[in-house]
C-alpha cells in the first residue's frame, strides 16, 4: 500500500496472461464463459471467446441467431440473468481492471459510464411515461454530480449530437412522440451521455426501416470518429458489417469460429460457414449475367444444433459441404492461418481454394 | 349518398381536444354519467370545505327546545332528539366522511403499492410470504376485516382511516404486483440495468410510475366503498365517536327510536351516503372506461 502507483481495484491485473494490456489495447476478454443452468441441461451459449478491442475501433460480432453474440455482449456488462446464467471462466479486462472480480456496485458505475449498450428495439427499449430528456438526464445524473437542470441541458447537447432536429423541444416529448429512427438516435444520446469508452451495439438497425438503418449506421460510424468510442457491433447483417467494421468476429454455437480484418474476411473466408453466409446474401453484380452458372442464392443447409447436445467434433460439421471425419470426431484448433487472420476449421485450406466468387 | 361533415365527425371522436378546458367539456360529452359523479363529488368537497360558511348552527350544539324540529322553519332539515340541527350535521358528516373516504384510500394504495411493487419486482420467498398474506386478509370481507381492526385499535378518526385502509392493502397489492409482474420483464427495465442503476431505482423509477393508470382506477373505485364502510362502522357504533356527526352513526342513533315518529333523522343521513357513494362510483366508473382503451365502446 506504499510505494504502488497504479491504482488498482483487482488484483487480478497481474494474473494476466501476457503482461498487462499495453498501449492501445482498450478491452481484453479472454477466453470467457457463459453458461446456463437449465432444466433442459447445459448450455454453454459462450464458449472459450477471447477477443481484444482497440482503442476508437469498431469490432462486428457476427452470427445467426442464437450462436451467443448477444449473451457475450451481456456478459461484457455482467447482467446475465441470475439463475439461470453464470460467467464461469475468463476475464473481461477493461483498462487494465477485470470487470468479472468487481462488486455489483463498481460494476454498476462501468455500466452506461465506461461501456455503453443499444438495444435491438428502440420501440421498446425506452420508457413510455418519462420524458426522452428526463430519460437521457437520469443516466448523466445517475453518474456525475450535476443538478437536474444541468443535466436536462447536457439531454438537449446530446440530441443535438445524434442530430435530432429541435431538440430543445424533443427533451420535453414521450417516446411515444417519436419515430422509431428517432428513437434509436434517443437511445444512443442515452448511451453516449458520459461519453463510455466502449459502446456495443446489439443489433441497432434490426427494428428499423431500410433508409433509417443508413442513417443510424452513419451516426454512429460518424459519432465514434468524433468521440473516439471502441464499438462493438453485434449484426447478422453482413451489409452492415462490410459498412462499418474494422475487424469482424464469427460466431457460431458459442464459439468463436473465424476472426479478420473486414476486407480479408469477405474476400478470402477460411471458415465454411463464414463462406456460407457470404454466399447467402444476394449479389446484384452476380445477377446481371443471366447465362452466370450460380444466380440463385446459396443457403446453409439445416439448423443451429440446440446448444444442451453440441456434437464431439466441430459443431457446423453436420451442415458443412466439406466436413471430413476428422471434423465429427475432433474440434479443429483456433489457428492464425494468415498474419491477423483466425480461424477453426480443419479444411480451412478446402474454403479458400474453392472459392466460386471472385 | 350521404354527405360528410368531416368536422363534426372529428369533433365526436375528440380531435380539436386541446387544453384543459376543452379536454373537460370533451369528458363531459363523452361520459356523462361520469361528469355527474364528479359534480356530485365535487359539490361533496365545497360542501364539506365550506360547511361553517353555509349553516349558522354549530353541528355540535344541543338546544332541549328545538328537539325532533320537522324539516322546514328555523331547522332547514329539522333536528335530532338533541336538538342538533340536522342540515349542520350533514354537511359536517361531509367532511368526516371525505377525510375518512380520501384518506383510507390514499393511505391503503400506498402502502398496497409499495407491497405490490417489491413483492412483483423482486419476487422469490418475500413474494410468496407477501401472497399467503394477502390471501388470508383477502378471505375475510372486507367490513368484517374492518370491524376487527377497528375494535381492537379503539374509536377515533385516525384509527377509523387505519382500519379501512388495512384490508385495501390486498386488493392494490395484487394489481400494482401483476402489472409489476409484467413490467419488470420489459426491455427499457433491462436498458435502465444496463446504464448501471439500482434495483431499487429501476423499480420506483421506471416500474411504478407505468402502474399509475390502474392504480388510479382502482383509487377512484375504492372510494365509495371506504365511504361505506366508515358509514357501517359507525353505524356499528366503532367508527367516529360522538360528538362528531357521522352520517352512519346519525343512522344508528336515530333508526330503531325514531324512524317511524321522525323519518327525516333517517331519511337525510341515507341519502347523504347513497349519495356520496352513488357520485364517486359513477366517478370511479368513468375513470375506468376513459384510462383503460380496451374496455371502450
Known amino acids: 500500500m506504499t510505494a504502488t502507483t497504479a491504482p488498482t481495484l483487482s488484483p487480478s491485473t497481474a494474473a494476466a496472461p501476457t503482461k498487462a494490456p499495453a498501449g492501445d489495447v482498450l478491452l481484453d476478454v479472454v477466453n470467457l464463459q457463459t453458461y446456463f443452468f437449465t432444466r433442459q441441461g447445459l448450455v454453454k451459449a459462450v464458449d472459450g471467446v477471447s477477443f481484444q478491442l482497440k482503442r476508437g475501433e469498431t469490432l ?110 424533443r427533451v420535453k416529448e414521450y417516446p411515444h412522440q417519436l419515430s422509431g429512427g428517432m428513437r434509436q438516435r434517443a437511445m444512443i444520446a442515452i448511451a453516449l451521455a458520459c461519453s463510455p469508452k466502449v459502446l456495443i451495439a446489439d443489433e441497432p438497425t434490426t427494428a428499423l426501416d431500410v433508409t433509417i438503418q443508413a442513417q443510424i449506421l452513419d451516426l454512429i460510424v460518424n459519432l465514434q470518429k468524433t468521440l473516439g468510442t471502441a464499438v462493438i457491433l453485434i449484426t447478422h447483417d453482413l451489409g452492415v458489417v462490410a459498412e462499418t467494421a474494422e475487424r469482424v468476429i464469427v460466431m457460431y454455437a458459442g464459439r468463436k469460429v473465424e476472426e479478420a480484418g473486414v476486407v480479408e474476411l469477405f474476400g478470402n473466408p477460411l471458415h465454411p460457414y463464414t463462406k456460407g453466409l457470404l454466399n447467402s446474401i444476394p449479389r446484384l453484380d452476380l445477377m446481371r449475367g443471366v447465362e452466370e452458372a450460380a444466380p440463385r442464392l446459396q443457403e446453409i443447409p439445416g439448423i443451429v444444433p440446440a446448444l444442451t447436445s453440441l456434437p464431439k ?44 466468387h471472385g | 349518398m350521404a354527405v360528410i361533415d368531416h368536422n363534426a365527425e372529428l369533433n365526436k371522436a375528440g380531435a380539436n381536444v386541446t387544453g384543459t378546458w376543452s379536454s373537460f367539456k370533451y369528458f363531459c360529452r363523452r361520459y356523462p354519467l361520469g361528469a355527474a359523479g364528479g359534480v356530485i363529488c365535487i359539490l361533496f368537497v365545497l360542501i364539506a370545505l365550506f360547511a361553517p360558511l353555509l349553516t349558522g348552527y354549530d353541528p355540535t350544539s344541543t338546544n332541549a327546545r328545538s328537539s325532533l324540529a320537522k324539516p322546514g322553519g328555523a331547522h332547514l332539515l329539522g333536528a335530532d332528539f338533541m336538538g342538533r340541527d340536522m342540515w349542520a350535521r350533514i354537511i359536517y358528516g361531509a367532511r368526516i366522511s371525505l377525510i375518512v373516504g380520501i384518506g383510507s384510500t390514499v393511505l391503503g394504495c400506498l402502502l398496497g403499492v409499495i407491497v405490490g411493487l417489491t413483492s412483483g419486482y423482486f ?130 342513533e336515530s333508526a330503531a327510536e325514531y324512524v317511524r315518529t321522525a323519518p327525516w333523522l333517517v331519511i337525510f343521513p341515507g341519502i347523504a351516503i347513497s349519495l356520496a357513494v352513488f357520485g364517486s362510483n359513477l366517478l370511479g366508473d368513468a375513470v375506468r372506461d376513459m384510462l383503460d382503451p380496451r374496455q371502450r365502446t
Open chain 1, 60 to 169: 462486428a460480432i457476427v452470427g445467426e441467431s442464437g450462436c451467443g453474440k448477444s449473451i457475450t455482449a451481456l456478459s461484457l456488462l455482467r447482467l446475465i440473468p441470475d439463475p439461470p446464467g453464470r460467467i464461469v471462466g475468463g476475464s473481461i479486462t477493461l483498462d487494465g481492471r477485470n470487470l468479472i472480480d468487481l462488486s455489483e456496485e463498481e460494476m454498476r458505475r462501468v455500466r452506461g459510464n465506461d461501456i455503453s449498450m443499444i438495444f435491438q428495439e428502440p420501440m421498446t427499449s425506452l420508457n413510455p411515461v418519462m420524458t426522452i430528456g428526463d430519460q437521457i438526464a437520469e443516466v448523466v445524473r445517475l453518474h456525475q454530480s450535476v443538478s437536474k437542470a444541468e443535466a436536462l441541458k447536457k439531454a438537449e447537447d446530446m440530441l443535438r449530437i445524434v442530430r435530432i432536429p429541435v431538440p430543445e423541444q
Open chain 2, 123 to 252: 419476487g422469490g420467498w418475500y413474494d410468496l410470504i407477501v401472497q399467503r398474506l394477502s390471501d388470508i386478509m383477502q378471505s375475510l370481507p372486507l367490513l368484517v376485516m374492518a370491524l376487527v381492526m377497528a375494535a381492537s385499535l379503539g374509536p377515533s378518526m385516525t384509527n377509523t382511516i387505519i382500519a379501512i385502509a388495512i384490508p385495501t392493502i390486498p386488493s392494490v397489492a395484487r394489481v400494482i404486483r401483476s402489472n409489476t409482474l409484467q413490467l419488470r420483464e420489459m426491455p427499457y427495465v433491462e436498458a435502465a440495468r444496463a446504464v448501471g442503476m439500482t434495483e431499487i431505482q429501476i423499480a420506483f423509477r421506471h416500474v411504478l410510475p407505468n402502474t399509475m393508470a390502474p392504480l388510479i382506477v382502482l383509487g377512484t373505485a375504492k372510494l365509495g366503498s371506504a365511504i361505506l364502510t366508515e358509514a357501517s362502522l359507525s353505524f356499528l357504533g366503532l367508527g367516529i365517536p360522538e360528538p362528531h356527526p357521522s352520517w352512519g352513526r346519525m343512522l344508528s
Open chain 1, 313 to 356: 467434433g466441430c459443431a457446423f460439421a453436420p451442415r458443412c459441404p466439406l466436413a471430413e471425419d476428422k471434423c465429427q470426431s475432433e474440434y479443429p484448433p483456433y489457428l492464425e492461418k494468415s498474419p491477423g487472420h483466425w480461424a477453426a476449421c480443419w479444411r480451412s485450406d478446402a474454403v479458400s481454394g474453392g472459392r466460386n
